[in-house]
């Protein structure tokens, strides 16, 4: 199933169009939802399609696809992008206004579900980095601009990511005993291919050390020999088991 796209601000100012929405209704009871953010140039029909076929039928997935936008990092040639980047690493410039607004949509996404079902956001690759500052805002209480987070997350979920705005993270958690207790109960999966060429393993690594320093103890990071940027069945059947475990799913009959 998918619905049409909205719109909402970006850098400048400028109005963006999101793409079609493609959700994945769950096949038993509804326990969780989840969010998954595609990677860069990408649009969330190829995701719902691999997310369907997981062993989890307890989890509706709602795959977005984002605005497309002008990206430094191919000159400014317009291609779907969750914020504008410059560089695939933590050293790059953070477009904190495009990673806000990409948040804000994330949320209101799954403003509107059951007050007993477990929210969650993933992502592969740019959408791992929006998830990621989710998680963020999440903990912190509050986006960047200083609006309110408006949901409670249970689980974050990143694949051949970075972690956007580290340089600040640290200090944003620790500003409150409420920011820190939320970051050290919000489990959160990394995964990266020591292969990748795009976002590189050490990209993945030092996210993953960043998050713990900062207060995200339940940080878990998996690393896979010889995986490139993209994903693989091994790491998809990972990424099911330690949904169904931090979420307490059903376990499927048969």
């Known amino acids: 199933m998918s619905y049409g796209g909205s719109s909402s601000g970006g850098r400048g100012g400028r109005r963006l169009e999101y793409g079609r929405t493609y959700v994945v209704r769950p096949k038993g009871r509804h326990q969780a939802t989840i969010v998954w953010l595609h990677g860069l140039g990408d649009n969330g029909a190829s995701w719902s399609q691999l997310l369907d076929s997981l062993p989890l039928p307890n989890i509706k997935w709602i795959c977005p696809t984002a605005p497309t936008r002008p990206v430094a990092a191919f000159g400014g040639f317009p291609c779907t992008a969750w914020f504008d980047v410059e560089e695939t690493s933590l050293d790059g410039r953070d477009d904190i206004e495009g990673l806000d607004a990409s948040a804000a949509h994330v949320a209101n996404l799954l403003s509107s579900e059951p007050s007993d079902v477990r929210l969650g956001i993933g992502g592969f690759s740019m959408g791992a980095a929006a998830a990621f500052h989710s998680a963020a805002c999440y903990a912190h209480g509050r986006f960047t601009n200083g609006i309110a987070y408006p949901i409670t997350l249970s689980v974050v979920v990143g694949l051949s990511g970075w972690l956007p705005c580290s340089r600040t993270l640290r ?69 099911s088991k330690w949904l169904s475990s931090r979420l307490g799913l059903d376990r499927p009959r048969g």
């Open 171 to 239: 200090s944003k958690i620790e500003s409150s005993q409420t920011a820190l207790r939320r970051a050290s109960a919000l489990p959160i999966l990394l995964n990266h291919g020591r292969a990748d060429e795009v976002v590189t393993y050490r990209n993945g690594e030092r996210s993953a050390e960043i998050l713990r320093s900062s207060g995200f103890q339940y940080t878990y990071f998996k690393a896979y020999n010889g995986l490139g940027h993209y994903t693989i069945p091994e790491e998809m059947d990972d990424v």
